[in-house]
């Protein structure tokens, strides 16, 4: 492999039915430093249905320009269609970096094409740079049950690749006015080539909690108590029109589904406004929170670590705490 031969930093991004999921965009931004430093290109993938709109958005949040792949077969994520589109396209243009979010269907697609093309690939990360020494990109993510960070290279394969957790980094801003080239390659696959068939598509309940994309969550952990009991929270989110978010000790207690779960194992948010209710901020549960602007913690213990993390803290009983603000919210409203 010569390594010469391969430009540029691609960005995957993820549609579904058409739409395009925030991390392409986030990961955009992550990307555009690391590209003006490398100085080479920064370029889009979109493969999908319908997905020129979401090429055109990519470039007007700081893609150079974009290459996609547009077809029926790629109306639903399917792993054999995908895997064969990113593949014919790394081995024609062959990019020096790829990226991916680190979603439920980037998980399943980089490794899968990694592996295609026989180099390595950093799963998971939640912080990108340029290694000063050698130019390589160094991947970071938490490893050892979020106890140590590890960084990692791919010194001598390409396409170097990685998956990045959703809301770890930003958006940049969407300048209406950029304009880049859009390339579209055709790459059939056949029916018989795509080994799955979607029969039906069930919207879960739990599907519809985005916490990735909220502004505010209120999060409670172990010390609401009861199932029940997060009702409190509930009427505080609802107050504010925040999204509810839990530790996985709640999950555990069978109290929540997973899919409000915030953390390492969890989802990685970014809110504007994050409350941690009754969670004593185990580091694998702060893990999930860097990204928030204003952390606000309710804990009965002073010396819980939340409050290390925490822009402002509030010692007390959470059932005595959570109404008080609730209804002072209602009021301010009112
Ligand atoms: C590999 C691995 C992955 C993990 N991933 C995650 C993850 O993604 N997310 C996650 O959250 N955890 C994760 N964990 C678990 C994590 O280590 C902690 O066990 C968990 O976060 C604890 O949840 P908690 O803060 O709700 O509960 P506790 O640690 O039990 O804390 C409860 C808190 O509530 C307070 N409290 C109790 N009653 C009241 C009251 N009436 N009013 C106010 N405060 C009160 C207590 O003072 C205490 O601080 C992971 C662990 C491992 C090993």
Known sequence: MNLADYKNIWVFIETECG???????????????????????????VIGKDIEGVAKDAICYGADSAIIVDGPEYEYYTTDAFAK???????KYKPETLMIGATNNGRDLGPRVSCRLKTGLTADCTAIAIDEETGNVAWTRPTFGGNLMATIMCPENRPQMGTVRPAVFKKGDYDEAK???????????????????LIERVKEVAESINLEEAEIIVSGGRGVGSQENFQLL???????????????????????????Q??????????????????????????????????????????????????????????????????????QKA
């Open 262 to 331: 915030v953390g390492q194992s969890g989802k990685t948010v970014a809110p504007k406004l994050y409350f941690a209710i009754g969670i004593s901020g185990a580091i694998q549960h702060v893990a999930g929170i860097s990204g928030a602007d204003t952390i606000v913690a309710i804990n009965k213990d002073p010396d819980a670590p939340i409050f290390d993390v925490a822009d402002y803290g509030i010692v007390g009983n959470l059932n005595e705490v959570v109404p008080a603000l609730t209804e002072a919210f209602k009021a």
């Open 19 to 45: 739409k395009p999921k925030n991390v392409g965009f986030e990961l955009i931004n992550a990307a555009k430093p690391l590209a003006q430093e490398k100085g080479c290109e920064l370029i889009a993938v």
């Open 85 to 91: 589109a990113l593949v014919a396209l790394v081995e």
């Open 234 to 260: 509930q009427d505080l989110a609802d107050v504010l029109g925040a999204t509810v978010g839990c530790s996985r000790a709640v999950v555990d207690a069978g109290w929540m589904p997973h899919a409000h």
């Open 179 to 197: 304009t880049g080239e859009i390339v579209k390659e055709e790459i059939t696959v056949a029916a018989d080539e795509i080994r799955t068939t």
